[in-house]
């Protein structure tokens, strides 16, 4: 069966700080997406990095970063120099192949502090 | 990538009434998915809706509670049938993106009373 744990429940840093999200998945299929969302207050999902299982590069965009290990099967997510707007629900999520079907872990709540 | 617009955005309804969440899209796509959060929780699959076949439910979810039309490629709606507090929630559609992803509409957030 396919699951996405993400241990941490709820972070505080202070403004500045870097802070690393984890995310563990669990699948039997050889071909898979990896995701991290962002869910602010407001309740949107905001789409911030698609990965398939072929590709095992790091990627950075501006203050975020995403590391992908296919052999400890985990996706961290890394915000660097963290700020306020920062603060949200963060998703990790597991999509099953041609179907696009989502399964989500049970997201991190980051609270960053001024 | 898709644009959805999702509507009502949010609402407060009386245990034992119904409401329809519809959900637009800018684009025509084949598949569209409905997904509910319940506070404080994560997101769960409802349903998947492609247009002209009946709507697969996932397990714990049937279609006399959340019953799914899918008109044509471009819309769908979600009722949340015969509510009641447990129902409160926010509910998502979702399309298929193969460029980036799935895409979410903004969300419904409902609460029953």
């Known amino acids: 069966a396919q699951k996405v744990t993400q241990a941490q429940t709820e972070i505080s840093v202070v403004e500045k700080e870097d802070v690393t999200l984890d995310c563990v998945y669990e699948t039997r299929d050889t071909t898979y997406y990896l995701f991290w969302y962002k869910q602010p207050p407001s309740g949107e999902l905001v789409f911030l990095i698609r990965r398939n299982s072929f590709d095992e590069q790091n990627e950075i965009s501006g203050r975020y970063s995403w590391n992908f290990q296919k052999s400890t099967s985990s996706f961290n997510f890394t915000i660097t120099a963290s700020q306020v707007v920062d603060s949200a629900v963060y998703f990790c999520?597991?999509?099953?192949?041609?179907?696009?079907?989502?399964?989500f872990g049970t997201g991190t709540r980051l609270k960053v502090l001024a | 990538s898709a644009v959805i617009s999702q509507k009502p955005s949010r609402d407060i309804c009386q245990r034992g009434t119904s409401l329809t969440i519809q959900c637009q899209v800018d684009s025509q796509v084949t598949m569209m998915f409905w997904y509910r959060q319940q506070p404080g929780q994560s997101l769960t699959l409802i349903a998947t809706?492609?247009?002209?076949?009946?709507?697969?439910?996932e397990s714990g979810f049937v279609i006399d509670k959340f019953p799914i039309s899918r008109p044509n490629l471009t819309f769908s709606t979600l009722t949340v049938s015969n509510m009641s507090p447990e129902d409160s929630s926010i509910y998502l559609c979702s399309v298929e993106d193969p460029g980036e992803g799935g895409t979410f509409g903004s969300g419904t957030r409902l609460t029953v009373v």
């Open positions: 999520a597991l999509s099953e192949p041609g179907t696009y079907k989502y399964i």
């Open positions: 809706a492609n247009q002209g076949s009946e709507a697969t439910y």
